[in-house]
Each structure stands twice: as C-alpha cells, then as structure tokens.
C-alpha cells in the first residue's frame, strides 16, 4: 500500500515538472482613428447700418437791432480850484526902546523866558504895594517894568521851528505891559490913584499868567537846538 502511495507521488511530481505551453501572443485588434467632426461655425452678419439724413437747420436769420446813436457826453469845464488861503503874516513883534536885539541863540531865548515866569510869579506883589500903599512903591514897580519887562531879549533870524513859541513870547510881553498902563501911568505923572478896574485888570493878568508863562517856557525846552 505504502509502495503505490509513493508511485502515485512520484507520478504527480513528475506531470508538475513537464515544460509549460506557450502563452499565446494577443492578436493587436485595428481600432480606427476617430474621425474629427467639424462644426460649422456662423459667419457674422454684417448689418447695414443706415446712412443718417442730413437734416436741413435753417440758419438762424440776425434780427437787426436799431442800436441808437450815443449822445454826446456833456463834459463838465474844469473848475478852477482856488489856492489855499495863504495865512497872513504875523504884526512885528513890539520893541521897546530899552529892548535888546541880537541874533537868535536858543540858550538867550530860554534864559528871557525863564526870567519872566520869575516876572509872573512877582508881579501881583507890586501891584497891591502900588494899589494899596500908595505911591511910595512907584520906584520899585517902574523898576521892575522897565528893567525886566520891556528889557526881555528880542531876536533876529529866528528859526522857522522856533517862530511861534518865539512869537507867543513876545506876544505875551505886549500883554504883560498893558494889563499895568493904568498902574505905570500913576507912577510916571506924579499923582492919582490905582482905580478898581485897573487894578482887577492887573490882578486878572497875574492868576492867569503864571501858568501861561511856564507853558511857552515848556514848549520851548521841547524844540531843537539849532
């Protein structure tokens, strides 16, 4: 039993072994190239596209306008303007026979203002000694107005910058003299008396023209020196 068991192994063994067949070659199939379809694509419409009608406007017809001749411009005549008043010239200033006169110095000009403000601040002293006491003080007034008044300095050649205070210096002078004539004329004929009017001119010209004499010496402390 064994043995035919082995025969029949071996037998197998041995149809294992056997060379095998040939695998056939696959026989190559001709497929066909697919043929390409063409489509046929629209050519484009070509639309005729109408020529516009030239319109016929009417050139607008110009409305002739009647434009009126101008009328002649009355040009007014050129009115002469006159010149300006011109100021009148100023009265000389008064000289008094004991009035020195010399050529401007600004300094001498200021010394004379400065002497009479000290004038102003005396000068009510003198009138209530003549007033009121009589003739006795004649001597000591008439000095005063003589020697101090009419004595201030005049000039020659004044500046045009120093022309007015000079002018209200002398001015002021004038007045000075004046507001005593009653009182001068009493000491100088020997006789009579200071009248109330008189003497209340005199007193009025005193109170007022104490300030009035520091100002023009004020305005002149302002001025250049030539």
């Not at 004649?138 to 005063?144: A, D, R, T, Y």
């Not at 008396?193 to 001119?201: A, D, G, I, L, Y």
Request: a neutral charge; hydrophobic letters at 35%.
């Amino acid at each position: 039993m064994r043995r035919v068991v082995l025969t029949l192994l071996v037998i197998a063994l041995a149809g294992c072994a056997s060379t095998p067949s040939p695998t056939p070659t696959p026989t190559a199939t001709n497929t066909p190239a697919p043929t390409p379809t063409y489509t046929a694509t629209p050519s484009p419409t070509f639309t005729s596209t109408p020529t516009p009608t030239a319109t016929n406007t009417p050139s607008p017809v110009p409305t002739s306008t009647d434009t009126p001749a101008p009328s002649p411009t009355h040009t007014p005549i050129a009115t002469r303007v006159p010149p300006s008043p011109t100021a009148p010239p100023r009265p000389a200033v008064r000289l008094y026979p004991n009035t020195p006169v010399e050529p401007f110095n600004a300094d001498r000009l200021i010394l004379s203002m400065q002497r009479l403000v000290e004038v102003m601040n005396q000068y009510w002293l003198w009138i209530a000694s003549v007033s009121f006491r009589g003739r006795g003080f004649c001597s000591q007034f008439e000095n005063l107005y003589y020697q101090t008044w009419t004595g201030l300095g005049a000039f020659e050649g004044v500046p045009d910058e120093w022309t007015d205070v000079y002018y209200e210096y002398r001015t002021f002078i004038d007045e000075l003299v004046a507001s005593a004539a009653d009182i001068h004329t009493v000491c100088t004929t020997g006789g009579g008396s200071v009248s109330p009017e008189s003497f209340e001119r005199a007193k009025n010209f005193a109170d007022a023209g104490r300030a009035r004499a520091e100002q023009i010496l004020g305005r002149a402390y302002q001025l250049p020196r030539p």
